[in-house]
């Protein structure tokens, strides 16, 4: 490959997000929806509720005959029809007449109250059947209009938004059985380095365990990914070269891990050379200088540092919002929220710095954030333990104890 090409980390992204467009759409099941994007927006065909029910068990009345009613002056209705859930009335409600009726039931035209059971007394049995109310209820007492939750017409869901079990109860109210959302993005995931070893393999002088592989699988199924590869591959340029190919036709997106730097033995570098539309980068940013990316016959790959936090850190602020346009997504980033910092963070203008760190609520009000232990890119403690990544602008030098910043929230904070 050409000498690596120097970015910002802003160059960078930019980059990456031009690169990358949708995929088509799939129409499936409401039960196979969540997590996924919606591709087009969600029109209510009709109102939610879509007709005027009881908020209670109680009686259904005019308010209008019960004005004055009081434990002194009870008013004293006839009920003329018992309504469960699920029966429409049989006629309006006339005045001097009460309806029992249970929760969820649809009120009988003219009835525009609910008196509860415990605030009324039933006296008699069939069609001798009375109630007894000691109180005036206000119009809409215990009413739910039609039309109140949504109405019809109203966009309900936005395209790009990510369906949640609560959205998709939303659209099987609404009577539709099927949603078009994004595919399953197919994702191959390689890992390169002669020095790992499986997780149950015993150590032997100058090897690791491949705790990478497992990291990131995890991170993309997350993602919304399916993995149609995720192996380890030896450092040997033919055989990365190999996989490498035939992952790209197999798969959406192909991820490989180590491989991408200066050093003697970096495979995947002299691999990609031959692809040709892959581009070498070195990024302003920390953790994770050394990477490449680029798109093969349509396909999108990059190539990630080696070391657990440079790969966790370029994934989540680089590789993942390309994901997340793939399946059309509108909101590409994990949460960004204000922070203070609670110590002195060391970096350097120039480069974009990514710091593991614990967030915590202090009785202040305020989320801190603090460094989850040294910022060594091959430590996987500070990874573990951090709740978030506290970044370091580009023009900073340092941040200070109480500077306000932001942190990319990678799992809820603490307090």
Not at 45 to 66: E, I, Q, W, Y
Not at 103 to 128: K, N, Q
Not at 177 to 205: H, K
Not at 383 to 401: D, W, Y
């Amino acid at each position: 490959m050409s000498a690596p090409i120097p970015l910002s980390y802003a160059e960078a992204r930019a980059r990456v997000l031009a690169a990358v467009r949708p995929l088509p759409a799939e129409t499936v099941s409401l039960e196979d929806c969540a997590g996924r994007a919606l591709r087009e927006p969600l029109v209510a065909s009709h109102p939610l509720p879509p007709f005027r029910n009881t908020a209670m068990d109680g009686f259904a009345v005019r308010s209008a005959d019960l004005a004055g009613a009081s434990e002194a002056r009870p008013v004293m209705l006839r009920v003329a029809e018992v309504l469960p859930a699920g029966r429409a009335p049989e006629r309006p409600l006339a005045p001097g007449e009460a309806a029992r009726i249970m929760t969820g039931a649809m009120l009988p035209e003219g009835a525009d109250a609910i008196v509860p059971f415990e605030e009324a007394m039933r006296l008699g049995s069939g069609v001798d059947e009375r109630c007894e109310v000691r109180r005036t209820p206000a119009v809409g007492d215990h009413v739910r209009e039609a039309g109140a939750d949504v109405s019809r017409g109203e966009t309900v869901l936005q395209e790009g938004r990510q369906l949640s079990p609560q959205d998709l109860a939303i659209a099987a109210a609404l009577g539709v059985p099927r949603l078009a959302v994004s595919p399953r993005i197919r994702v191959a995931l390689f890992s390169t380095g002669d020095e790992l070893l499986d997780v149950d393999q015993p150590l032997r002088p100058g090897t690791i365990r491949d705790s990478n592989l497992l990291m990131l699988a995890l991170l993309l199924r997350a993602s919304g990914a399916v993995l149609t590869f995720a192996e380890r591959v030896p450092d040997d340029v033919g055989r990365v070269t190999a996989r490498v190919r035939h992952a790209l036709a197999a798969s959406d997106v192909v991820l490989t891990m180590g491989g991408v730097s200066e050093g003697d033995f970096d495979p995947v570098k002299e691999a990609l050379a031959t692809l040709g539309s892959i581009e070498s980068w070195r990024v302003a940013m920390r953790p994770g200088r050394p990477q490449a990316f680029g798109t093969a016959d349509g396909k999108v790959f990059y190539g990630l540092p080696g070391n657990p936090a440079s790969v966790a850190s370029v994934f989540e602020v680089l590789v993942r919002p390309a994901l997340r346009v793939l399946q059309g997504f509108t909101q590409l980033d994990r949460p960004r929220v204000p922070v203070r910092v609670a110590g002195r963070v060391e970096s350097r203008a120039g480069r974009t710095d990514f710091v593991r760190s614990t967030l915590t609520w202090r009785e202040d009000g305020l989320l801190w954030a603090t460094p989850a232990g040294a910022q060594v890119s091959g430590h996987l403690g500070p990874q573990s333990r951090a709740h978030g990544l506290l970044i370091v602008p580009e023009a900073s030098e340092r941040l200070e104890q109480g500077d306000r910043a932001v942190a990319l929230v990678l799992r809820p904070p603490e307090g």
